[in-house]
């Protein structure tokens, strides 16, 4: 029988999501909203009493739990999630365990371990932050180099992955990691979780969204294939 390891946290009504600063200083929580459409209850005489069902609404902004980010999300005239191919999201996976690293530090080319091959890989990094999910905790994080972005560009990385809010440092308004992996059609999957649970294992790594048009970032259904 398969083994899979999911890597996902659970979606669900007002869970955390980024902090984005105002020109007043003030904060917009990104976050979900979860709710009955049409309850059991309300459709049951559609139905003559005889069956009942759940239409259930979901309003959220897309780059909340766990996701993945498309080239429009940071270039305007790249492919959206539509255009994402199923190959791009289902790859051989490498785990790095970085979780010796504190908060606002960044993670340079020393934490790959030599003589790794990440051509063609999704490469993700344990930074071990999502035992602070849901706590302000979270909201201060270690983040990936601009170095070692384009060290994993010139390697031919195909996805990179974080169970961080955000793959790069929020000071820094450039957003490398953003920039240059996703000009390089190099997908991004940030806040995943229980990388750690991948440690010593070949994998195969699963992150598919639906098939949405003119969206630049979509949550999806994190998870690993363990190949024995």
């Known amino acids: 029988m398969p083994k899979f390891i999911d890597l996902s946290h659970t979606f669900k009504d007002r869970m955390p999501g980024f ?14 909203e979860i709710k009955p459409f049409l309850t059991h209850e309300q459709s049951l005489p559609k139905f003559d009493g005889k069956a009942s069902f759940e239409i259930t609404e979901i309003s959220f ?3 909340v739990g766990t996701y993945l980010d498309s080239p429009y999300h940071r270039y305007s005239d790249n492919r959206d999630i539509s255009n994402i ?3 791009e999201v289902i790859l051989p996976g490498e785990v790095i365990d970085v979780r010796y690293k504190e908060a606002f530090e960044p993670l340079g ?8 091959n990440v051509n063609g890989k999704a490469v993700l990094f344990n930074f071990g932050w999502d035992q602070y999910w849901g706590e302000e905790t979270y909201y201060s994080y270690p983040y ?8 994993l560009i ?6 990179v992955g974080v169970d961080t809010l955000n793959i790069d440092n929020a000071n820094d308004l450039y957003r490398p990691a953003h920039t240059l992996f996703l ?4 997908l991004i999957v940030e806040n995943l979780t229980g990388l750690e649970k991948l440690y010593n294992n070949e994998f195969r790594f699963f992150a598919v969204p639906w098939k949405a048009e003119k969206v630049a970032a979509l949550p999806i259904r994190a ?6």
């Not at 080319?109 to 790794?116: D, Q």
């Not at 000009?183 to 190099?186: Q, R, S, Y």
């Open 109 to 116: 080319c020393e934490a790959l371990p030599k003589n790794i």
């Open 183 to 186: 000009e390089k059609d190099i």
């Open 61 to 63: 902004q897309t780059s």
């Open 223 to 228: 998870f690993a294939e363990i190949i024995e």
């Open 19 to 32: 902090k984005l600063k105002n020109e007043d200083d003030s904060y917009t929580q990104y976050t979900s």
């Open 154 to 159: 010139s390697q031919g990385a195909k996805l």
């Open 144 to 151: 990936i180099s601009k170095e070692l972005v384009r060290y």
């Open 85 to 87: 191919r199923i190959d």
